[in-house]
Nanobody, 119 residues
Framework: QVQLVESGGGWVQPGESLRLSCVSS????????MGWYRQTPGKERELVAD???????KYVDSVKGRFTVSRDRIRNTVYLQMNSLKPEDTAAYFC?????????????WGQGTQVTVSS
């Protein structure tokens, strides 16, 4: 019933920016963690950035200083501002959220949005 829907992906040239959005629905609770993963063919999915309920963020080293993750806690929405994009950032980006209730943790995923960075 919980759904995560990403938007904002597309094609850009190196050095340009994109802003990804992930809108959730179907949950009456705030997610403990919300963030973004990315995956390219033949590679393992990796965490790009996430943010907890206190606003503490985590980033993979390769995007530090370029990407910023933020969230709207009331609306259970997470954003990823991606600046100074590089070809190496090309991947399918997936929104992820986790919810811990009474000792049970649920994990939810969006369908993904493609980001392509090339000249």
């Amino acid at each position: 019933q919980v759904q995560l829907v990403e938007s904002g992906g597309g094609w850009v040239q190196p050095g340009e920016s994109l802003r990804l959005s992930c809108v959730s629905s179907g949950s009456r609770h705030r997610f403990n963690l919300m963030g973004w993963y990315r995956q390219t063919p033949g590679k393992e999915r990796e965490l790009v950035a996430d943010i907890d309920t206190s606003g503490v963020t985590k980033y993979v080293d390769s995007v530090k200083g370029r990407f910023t993750v933020s969230r709207d806690r009331i609306r259970n929405t997470v954003y990823l501002q991606m600046n100074s994009l590089k070809p190496e950032d090309t991947a399918a980006y997936f929104c992820h959220a986790s919810l811990n209730i009474a000792g049970n943790t649920g994990h939810y995923w969006g369908q993904g949005t493609q980001v392509t960075v090339s000249s």
